[in-house]
């Protein structure tokens, strides 16, 4: 059974930091890409993912938006990815999605094979 586990979501004041995790079983962890996706109160799910990171050669994407702030990393071992997210912006409050699949780290949904259920950040100002 394939699962992802988002973890470490939770509430902080603007300017500071978070750190998710995304822990994965049930497939060949070594051969996906795996990306965090964000859904903002209200809105629809992000079609561009926030950061991918490739478990092959690990490559990375960030979204404009997060660029300098946040900092994606796979443990291949723990098969784990953790999203360091720094300087925190009220913006980023959302609930946060790990997937699994981009290929050619096309960091989008539509390239998504698994998706987990969601860990909520929430940023104060």
């Known amino acids: 059974e394939v699962q992802l586990v988002e973890s470490g979501g939770g509430l902080v004041q603007a300017g500071g930091s978070l750190r998710l995790s995304c822990a994965a079983s049930?497939?060949?962890?070594?051969?996906?890409?795996i990306g965090w996706f964000r859904q903002a109160p209200g809105k629809e799910r992000e079609g561009e993912g926030v950061?991918?990171?490739?478990?092959?050669?690990?490559?990375?994407f960030y979204a404009d938006s997060v660029k300098g702030r946040f900092t994606i990393s796979s443990d291949n071992a723990k098969t784990t990815v953790y999203l360091q997210m720094n300087s925190l912006k009220p913006e980023d409050t959302a609930v946060y999605y790990c997937?699994?699949?981009?290929?050619?780290?096309?960091?989008?949904?539509?390239?998504?094979?698994?998706w987990g259920q969601g860990t909520q950040a929430t940023v104060s100002s």
């Open positions: 049930g497939f060949a962890f070594d051969d996906y890409a």
């Open positions: 997937a699994a699949g981009f290929r050619n780290l096309i960091c989008r949904d539509e390239y998504a094979d698994y």
């Open positions: 950061s991918c990171i490739s478990n092959k050669d690990g490559s990375t």
